[in-house]
């Protein structure tokens, strides 16, 4: 089944302690981004990627980091959590000769820094 | 300011078309309409998307009127599954491919 995996789906973690985010997709998709959704923000994008090793900054990539060493997996990376990304976060993958407007969207990871 | 304008929210009898607006009045020429739905915090999902043509898949219908200023997104017989909160955005072709969601329409399916 195609699909993108993200896990942990829900995380509690306390300020200043790095966690990882993992992301994968089954598709073989050039393509793949982060967004966080908060209420009353919408969706915004925090990295993407057009394919291995390319990777460039979104609109709130403040606190982040990311990698693409492989083509599946595409980690969000929070070197020193603070309260304020406390947030939904979504990986998203697609591949631009499907037109790269129809993404795939993972399950999303609840995220709680206190 | 927005580049496409929705309903706040919608009802839709089950088993009825749930027919869903959307302006855009500042299209231009290479952008694509393309639709969305959220359900409850789940994942976004791609429902369907078009140029200038009519369309239509398994999931929906998307009309889109001659001078591409509006569009409407028709869910032929609405289910209680589809009760969800609906986006309409514009995407150019190979561009960054960065979606952003307004505030879309919430659509409930009544019973």
């Known amino acids: 089944e195609a699909q993108v995996t993200q896990n942990p789906r829900y995380l509690i973690t306390v300020t200043g302690k790095k966690l990882t985010v993992t992301c994968s997709q089954n598709m073989n998709h050039e393509y793949m981004s982060w967004y966080r959704q908060d209420p009353g923000l919408g969706l915004r994008q925090i990295y993407y990627s057009m394919n291995v090793e390319v990777t460039d900054k979104g609109d709130v990539p403040e606190g982040y980091k990311v990698s693409r060493k492989e083509k599946r997996n595409f980690p969000l990376i929070l070197e020193s959590p603070s309260p304020n990304q406390t947030s939904l976060y979504f990986c998203a993958s697609s591949s631009p000769g499907q037109g790269g407007g129809e993404q795939y969207f993972g399950p999303g990871t609840r995220l709680t820094v206190t | 300011d927005a580049k496409t304008t929705q309903p706040t929210s919608m009802d839709c009898a089950e088993g009825r078309a749930a027919n869903l607006p959307c302006n855009h009045s500042t299209i231009s020429g290479n952008e694509y309409v393309y639709w969305y739905r959220q359900i409850h915090s789940q994942g976004p999902q791609y429902i369907i998307h078009g140029l200038k043509n009519n369309e239509t898949n398994e999931m929906a219908s998307l009309i889109i009127t001659e001078d591409r200023k509006s569009s409407t997104l028709i869910l032929p017989h609405a289910t209680l599954r589809d009760t969800a909160v609906y986006y309409c955005?514009?995407?150019?072709?190979?561009?960054?491919?960065?979606?952003?969601f307004g505030t879309g329409t919430r659509l409930t399916i009544i019973p």
């Open positions: 955005i514009l995407l150019s072709w190979f561009g960054n491919e960065k979606l952003t």
